[in-house]
């Protein structure tokens, strides 16, 4: 397989056997807080405009359809505080047992006028009864502690590109390394397909940017490459 597709996963998705798919870790648009208060001043105004463009959100429809694809529910899904009731009550009628996974930051962006500083994201893991957790004492940590990856973030120009470290303990953990496959909906960077390249795993990834996608291509190329070479 290993594919990504320039186009709206919920068309991509279409192609995609039922029940075929081992494991879902994805980035979807966060549901953006505009009420309350923060503060981004002229510095971080291009930063604000950039997340406001990736902001709405994603609907019971879509999480229904990408369920169906999966053997068994196993999925990874980043979020804030706005979207935690969602997911939760929505994997909950599923009966799936859930894990709440956190990214706190050591400098984050200082918007923190009349609220706490947005210094924490939350990675929400839910599996249905007898789906595994693999992996070893120094990938099934809970929370990570690290600065801002500002170097991805130039690197790849995606303003909430998450750590590649961080995805591969998730592909580590949640596969045994070769023969399945992992769709990522929500492509960006696709820091998914980067571990699994890294790790074993098939990919599958849809993303209706075409800037982000050409990005993926190019840094699925050079992780190719660089495989190529260290074999």
């Known amino acids: 397989m290993n594919q990504i597709f320039c186009e709206d996963c919920m068309t991509g998705l279409d192609r995609i056997e039922d029940g075929s798919v081992d494991l879902v870790i994805m980035d979807p648009p966060y549901e953006l807080e505009t009420t ?3 503060s981004f001043g002229n510095a971080n105004r291009t930063y604000h405009e950039e997340l406001t463009s990736i902001s709405k959100g994603i609907s019971t429809e879509v999480l229904d359809k990408i369920i169906s694809k999966m053997k068994k529910v196993n999925l990874y899904v980043w979020c804030n505080k706005a979207q935690l009731r969602q997911y939760i009550d929505y994997f909950d009628d599923l009966g799936c047992n859930m894990d ?3 990214w706190h930051k050591t400098n984050p962006t200082p918007t923190c006028n009349n609220k706490y500083l947005s210094d924490t994201e939350y990675l929400l893991f839910f ?4 789906v595994k957790v693999y992996g070893s004492y120094d990938t099934k940590h809970k929370f990570w502690v690290t600065p801002l990856n500002t170097e991805d973030k130039k690197k790849w120009g995606h303003p909430t590109v998450k750590p590649l470290d961080i995805t591969k303990m998730l592909v580590i953990n949640s596969t045994l390394g070769g023969g399945e496959t992992v769709l990522d909906p ?3 960077p696709a820091p998914p397909a980067t571990a699994c390249l890294q790790t074993g795993p098939n990919f599958i990834g849809f993303g209706i940017s075409e800037k982000f ?4 291509t190019r840094r699925i190329a050079l992780e190719k490459s660089q495989t190529h070479l260290d074999g």
């Open 36 to 38: 309350g208060g923060g």
């Open 100 to 102: 709440l996974l956190t």
């Open 127 to 130: 599996r249905e009864k007898g």
């Open 186 to 188: 929500f492509l960006g």
């Open 213 to 216: 996608y050409t990005t993926a």
